[in-house]
């Protein structure tokens, strides 16, 4: 028998939000080769396999309305029965006798996960990796949870205790070496800029043409993600005159999206043509890409953009930033430079792609000139990589 491949699904398993992060863990877990999607159960207070109801979560091409983890109170009774029953590890079932390939953990881990990682890592033969994905809790605290804020630098020093990290872009590798660099660590894992893929458009049926230009966000509504500007600057355009709708899709954070929730009201109130349509399916954002113009994605930082280059696979140009992880993707073509993003620089592009067909088609035109690789391709380059990593002493 194969040895397997373990691959730590936690929370993707237990919510259907399709956050980026999300998207990533999902896309792993269809696409790496003889992989055992496990978790930490909470109620049994073990590692173990997926059951089949969280395996369907996993395949599920719907979301919901938060990203929360959710445990059915019957999974929650059959996990405390097991632990009282003594049952045998069934971790040390799954990866005994030919061991394991190795480990990934794509989630950014709780501290429950983390403290049951030392487990985890005596089980598990092979390279030990995580992906790491922004260091925005530490560049942007006042834009991000205060619990996140708070957990953050202890996640970061538990990443330490891996074999190696695969960072998403090259701006998130270097603010993760900076900060270990800062703290004085010298030992530490190899840590590699991957690139994340992306996915192939799916849409086979025609869209349907909005009767008038459809600008997109799809973008968590979050601080960092500035949809303060980006509703400021649609609003001096609209009061101008000038006639667009304003698409936006994503879950709102509940924290530190509360101002933006309530601007969108506001305008919706003074009947401006806003439309938020919170998740969407798989389906529902291939249709909203569709449809729409082009992109806007306004935000002060990310760990890679995966709204931008979705964007451009389907040959809709971009209005963003072009500076760290954005940059990396933007500056190769199908995007307008929004600055630092203030209010006024909004208005100005959006403003500017509405009124110039021959400056939007020339974008259209590079967009579709762009190719990212796929989820099969990263899957491929994520496990090569693996195989290169040596295993570290335990710590």
């Known amino acids: 028998m194969a040895s397997p491949l373990l691959i730590d699904l936690s929370h993707t398993s237990h919510t259907l939000a399709r956050t980026g992060i999300q998207k990533v863990c999902r896309s792993l877990y269809r696409e790496l080769g003889d992989v055992a999607p496990i978790c930490h159960d909470p109620y049994e207070g073990a590692w173990r396999p997926l059951d089949e109801w969280e395996l369907r979560n996993l395949c599920s091409t719907e979301t919901s309305g938060g990203r929360g983890a959710k445990w059915p109170l019957l999974a929650q009774l059959c996990g405390r029965m097991r632990r009282l029953s003594g049952r045998p590890d069934p971790l040390a079932a799954l990866c005994a006798p030919a061991g394991t390939r190795g480990l990934v953990v794509p989630e950014i881990f709780s501290p429950d996960v983390a403290s049951a990682l030392p487990e985890l890592f005596a089980a598990t033969k092979g390279p030990r990796i995580a992906l790491f994905h922004d260091a925005i809790a530490l560049q942007f605290p006042e834009y991000t949870p205060r619990g996140t804020v708070t957990r953050f630098p202890r996640y970061l020093q538990e990443l330490l205790k891996f074999d190696g990290i695969a960072a998403v872009s090259e701006s998130s590798r270097t603010a993760l070496l900076g900060y270990w660099r800062w703290l004085g660590v010298s030992d530490v894992p190899e840590v590699a800029a991957?690139?994340?893929?992306?996915?192939?458009?799916?849409?086979?049926?025609?869209?349907?043409?909005?009767?008038?230009?459809?600008?997109?966000?799809?973008?968590?509504?979050?601080?960092?993600?500035?949809?303060?500007?980006?509703?400021?600057?649609?609003?001096?355009?609209?009061?101008?005159?000038?006639?667009?709708?304003?698409?936006?899709?994503?879950?709102?954070?509940?924290?530190?999206?509360?101002?933006?929730?309530?601007?969108?009201?506001?305008?919706?109130?003074?009947?401006?043509?806003?439309?938020?349509?919170?998740?969407?399916?798989?389906?529902?954002?291939?249709?909203?890409?569709?449809?729409?113009?082009?992109?806007?994605?306004?935000?002060?930082?990310?760990?890679?953009?995966?709204?931008?280059?979705?964007?451009?696979?389907?040959?809709?140009?971009?209005?963003?930033?072009?500076?760290?992880?954005?940059?990396?993707?933007?500056?190769?073509?199908?995007?307008?430079?929004?600055?630092?993003?203030?209010?006024?620089?909004?208005?100005?592009?959006?403003?500017?792609?509405?009124?110039?067909?021959?400056?939007?088609?020339?974008?259209?035109?590079?967009?579709?000139?762009?190719?990212?690789?796929?989820?099969?391709?990263?899957?491929?380059?994520?496990?090569?990589?693996?195989?290169?990593?040596?295993?570290?002493?335990?710590?």
């Not at 349907?208 to 979050?222: D, F, H, K, R």
């Not at 309530?262 to 043509?273: D, G, H, S, V, Y």
């Not at 140009?317 to 072009?322: D, E, G, S």
């Not at 990396?328 to 592009?349: F, K, N, S, V």
Request: a negative charge; charged letters at 20%; glycine letters at 8%.
């Open 194 to 395: 991957i690139t994340l893929g992306v996915s192939v458009p799916s849409r086979t049926t025609p869209a349907t043409v909005p009767a008038i230009p459809t600008v997109l966000c799809v973008s968590s509504i979050e601080a960092r993600k500035n949809h303060l500007s980006l509703l400021e600057a649609c609003e001096s355009l609209w009061a101008s005159g000038v006639s667009f709708q304003l698409r936006l899709v994503g879950l709102a954070n509940a924290e530190t999206g509360k101002a933006a929730l309530e601007r969108i009201e506001q305008l919706r109130a003074a009947c401006r043509n806003i439309r938020y349509d919170g998740a969407l399916s798989d389906e529902g954002l291939e249709s909203a890409y569709a449809e729409c113009t082009f992109t806007v994605y306004p935000s002060f930082a990310e760990g890679f953009g995966l709204p931008v280059a979705e964007s451009l696979q389907r040959a809709k140009p971009c209005a963003c930033r072009m500076e760290g992880a954005l940059g990396e993707i933007a500056r190769q073509g199908g995007c307008m430079d929004l600055g630092a993003a203030t209010p006024m620089e909004i208005a100005a592009a959006i403003g500017s792609l509405l009124a110039s067909p021959a400056e939007l088609a020339d974008l259209g035109l590079a967009a579709a000139e762009r190719r990212f690789k796929g989820w099969p391709e990263y899957a491929k380059e994520l496990e090569a990589w693996m195989g290169t990593i040596h295993v570290r002493m335990p710590r």
